[in-house]
C-alpha cells in the first residue's frame, strides 16, 4: 500500500507551512500528519542538505507518494531539483507538484514539464542578475556612491588616523565617535 508524504518548505522563521498543508489537502491528498515534514530552511540550501527533507528520504519507500506545492520546495535550482526528483524515482518514490497540476514528476511528461519550467526560471533569475550588474555599473559610471553610507566623515576619518598613529586605541575611538571598532579599522585601511 502506497503512503503519501508532503513536504512543507518555508525560508524564514516569520512564515508558515500551514497554507501548503491545506493546498495539499484542497487537492485531495490524504496526509496523515505525522507523514508531514515541514521545515524552515533557505532555498538556497540544497534539498538533501535539509535536515528534514534528508530524514524524509530516509522513511521514504518504493511506492510512496511525496507531494510538494511547488517546485521551488524541493530544489534549490534546476539542476538540484533534476537531482533529487532522479534520486527519488530512482528509490521508486513518485513526486507530485500541485503547481504543475498535481503532475508525477517522476513520469516522462512530468520530467520534461519540469524542466522546461526550472530552465524557465533559472532564464528568469540570471536576467535579473544581468539588469543588476547593469544598474550597478550605469550608477557608478554616473559617480553614484554605491553600499552603505559611511559611519564616519573624512574629517572624522582623517582625525582617527592620526589618533591612531599616536597609539590611541580602537575601543577609546570607536566610545568617542559611537561607531563599531570595525569601523574605525575601516578608517585606517582606507587610509593606507
Known amino acids: 500500500m502506497a503512503r503519501t508524504f508532503a513536504y512543507c518548505r518555508v525560508s524564514t522563521a516569520d512564515q508558515t507551512t500551514d497554507n501548503q498543508v491545506r493546498e495539499i489537502e484542497g487537492a485531495g491528498f490524504n496526509v496523515e500528519p505525522k507523514r508531514v515534514v515541514a521545515e524552515t530552511v533557505s532555498g538556497s540550501v540544497a534539498a538533501l542538505q535539509r535536515k528534514g527533507f534528508a ?7 518504493a511506492g510512496d507518494v511525496l507531494i510538494v506545492t511547488k517546485l521551488d520546495r524541493l530544489g534549490r535550482n534546476a539542476m538540484d531539483l533534476r537531482a533529487t526528483v532522479d534520486m527519488l524515482a530512482a528509490q521508486g518514490v513518485r513526486v507530485h507538484c500541485l503547481a ?15 524542466g522546461v519550467i526550472a530552465a524557465v526560471a ?15 555599473s550605469r550608477a557608478k559610471a554616473a559617480g553614484k556612491a554605491l553600499g552603505r553610507p559611511q559611519a564616519l566623515t573624512k574629517d572624522q576619518q582623517t582625525a582617527i588616523v592620526s589618533a591612531r598613529a599616536n ?3 580602537l575601543g577609546v575611538l570607536a566610545k568617542e565617535y559611537g561607531v563599531s571598532r570595525a569601523a574605525v579599522q575601516r578608517a585606517e585601511k582606507r587610509a593606507e
Open 55 to 61: 530524514k524524509l528520504v530516509d522513511r521514504l519507500e
Open 100 to 114: 504543475l497540476g498535481g503532475v508525477d514528476l517522476t513520469s516522462a511528461a512530468g520530467r520534461m514539464t519540469m
Open 122 to 136: 533559472e532564464f528568469e533569475r540570471d536576467l535579473l542578475i544581468e539588469r543588476t550588474q547593469a544598474g550597478l
Open 167 to 169: 597609539g590611541v586605541s
